[in-house]
Structures are given as structure tokens and as C-alpha cells.
């Protein structure tokens, strides 16, 4: 079997540094995907340190490093702190998530991420998940479709585009990446199309794996896991992600409405490290275009 191909890691040694290393602690990389961040991770630990990394795609063990320090856990990362805990693992001193897709999962044709091949249309970064994205195209409501566009994809026009999706499928059921691009162009002009298409295969990706809600879950469980002064850094792609990482450092939960004591101060669970999210040099974007929408936060657990 081929070893899958990845992309390199972004913002890697800028990532590692934010995690503010202790040789000998124990450290999450809960998007584990090819390994660059797990391999600088484990460089600069000590033969005390441990290294927990989550990937729910089965592709990714094929890049697991013959480390007695690292354990791969294959599960999705809204289990985190269940997961650490059948490992004796209640508090970490760090926690690195780059919420990215990885180029492996997007140059796979067969699995059905991009429109840049004819394939099913699946998207599941966990092929043993039910959902699909045939299942969304053809089976959600007109509404459904709309808003999930408008959401996920922040796309234009996304009420023609499900209204043309829901008469398009009525014909015949749309089962291709090739059919919902077409679907796509016959919506948008040339000069929008490639964006489009984008867009609304970005949102099917978002909906078929529940990012949003595994990324709420995730964040929610982040400041019983980290220890005082642990660190938690997470790099994201569009601002949906954003957003919700920059509420839970700013106000210690997704609402962005922090608790208040009896007295009516706030309590702030996260110190942010920096003021504005780090982004990649203009030399890594020209090396790794896929870095080129990241950005990265840090907060120290207080």
C-alpha cells in the first residue's frame, strides 16, 4: 500500500514554540493527519514527555512515528478528554489543533472531497460515519440546503444554487462530485465558479462531519484538560472556527458571555498569548498555498 501523501504542516515551529514546551510533559496534537506537528512536538521532548494525537481518519496511522512516547488514539477529537482518560491522562501541559483538511484527504479522488476529480460524493473524514454528502445533496430540504450554504460556505446566491440542486435532482439523483459541479457552473458565472465551487463543496464537507458541533465539544472540554499554565494553540481556516476560538480565549466559553463571581467580576479561564492571530509568512504561503487562509491563537489556562 502507498503511503498517503501529505501537506506540510503550517505554522509548524511557530505552533510548537506556542506550546511553550516542558521536556517532560504530556501534550495533545488532536489533528495528528501527517504528522509534521507530532514529529516537532517529539523532537523537543525529553524521554519524560508524552504525546497523545487523535485522527478519526484510518489513512493517518500509516504515518505514526516508531516512538515509544507517542500513542495514537483513532477517534475524533470532541472525545478528548474521555479518550485521555482510559489512557490515566486527566491534565495535559498542552494542546496543539490545526483544524485544516489535509491534502491527503483532498488529492484522494476516491474520497470524494474536491471537484477536481470525478468520484462519489462522500466527504466522510471517518469512512464508518453514515453521512454523506450524496445523502445532504439529495435528501436535506430546499431550506436546509440554503442555509447550509449560506452558513458553512458563506456562498452567494445560495438560495438559487439549492433551488437549482432540489429541481436538478428530481431528474435524476445527483451522486457525483462531476454532476454537483456542473449543478455549480450553471449558477455562477466563469468568473465565479471556481470559488463557488469552492464554497459549497467546503460546506458539505462541514456538514457531512459535523466540524462545527465536534469543535464546540472539543473547545467546552479544553479547561478541565489543560493544566494552570498549560497552553492551548489552534490554527483555523475560515471564520466560523475562528470565531469560536476566539470567544472561548476571550470569555472561557463559546457564547463570548463570561461567568461573573458574586462580586460581578469576570472570571477568565485563558490568558490570549497574543492580541492578533499569528499568520503564515508570505514565503510559506508560496511553498504550501493551503496555509495561506490560517491563523493562529494561543491562550494559557490561568
Not at 477529537?77 to 474521555?82: A, K, M, P, S, T
Amino acid at each position: 500500500m502507498e503511503t498517503p501523501q501529505y501537506h506540510n504542516a503550517v505554522l509548524c515551529n511557530e505552533a510548537v514554540d506556542a506550546l511553550n514546551i516542558t521536556p517532560n510533559g504530556t501534550y495533545v496534537d488532536v489533528t495528528f493527519g501527517g504528522g509534521g506537528h507530532s514529529a516537532e512536538i517529539l523532537r523537543r521532548l525529553g524521554e519524560g514527555g508524552r504525546l497523545f494525537a487523535f485522527d478519526q481518519d484510518p489513512d493517518a496511522a500509516a504515518n505514526c512515528p516508531n516512538d515509544s512516547r507517542f500513542t495514537l488514539i483513532p477517534q475524533n477529537f470532541r472525545h478528548l478528554q474521555r479518550a485521555l482518560r482510559l489512557y490515566g491522562v486527566k491534565q495535559v501541559n498542552g494542546i496543539l489543533a490545526d483544524f485544516g483538511v489535509s491534502s491527503h484527504q483532498f488529492d484522494a479522488a476516491e474520497r470524494g472531497f474536491s471537484f477536481r476529480f470525478d468520484a462519489a460524493l462522500d466527504m466522510r473524514m471517518n469512512p464508518d460515519t453514515p453521512l454523506h454528502a450524496a445523502a445532504v445533496v439529495n435528501e436535506y430540504d430546499t431550506e436546509d440546503l440554503k442555509q447550509l450554504f449560506s452558513r458553512y460556505g458563506e456562498l452567494p446566491r445560495s438560495g438559487t444554487l439549492a433551488r437549482v440542486i432540489a429541481e436538478e435532482r428530481e431528474k435524476h439523483p445527483i451522486k457525483t462530485t462531476e454532476q454537483l459541479a456542473e449543478i455549480i457552473d450553471g449558477v455562477y458565472g466563469p468568473k465565479q465558479r471556481n470559488s463557488a465551487k469552492a464554497q459549497a463543496f467546503q460546506a458539505l464537507r462541514i456538514e457531512v462531519n459535523d466540524e462545527m458541533g465536534a469543535l464546540a465539544d472539543f473547545l467546552e472540554q479544553v479547561e478541565a484538560v489543560l493544566m494552570p499554565t498549560g497552553r492551548l494553540v489552534c490554527i483555523t481556516y475560515h471564520s466560523l472556527e475562528d470565531r469560536m476560538v476566539k470567544h472561548l480565549i476571550r470569555s472561557g466559553n463559546l457564547n463570548d458571555e463570561p461567568e461573573r463571581d458574586e462580586f460581578g467580576k469576570r472570571l477568565l479561564p485563558y490568558k490570549a498569548i497574543s492580541r492578533k492571530p499569528i499568520v503564515p509568512s508570505m514565503q510559506e504561503i508560496e511553498t504550501n498555498p493551503r496555509a495561506r487562509s490560517a491563523k493562529m491563537r494561543i491562550a494559557e489556562r490561568v
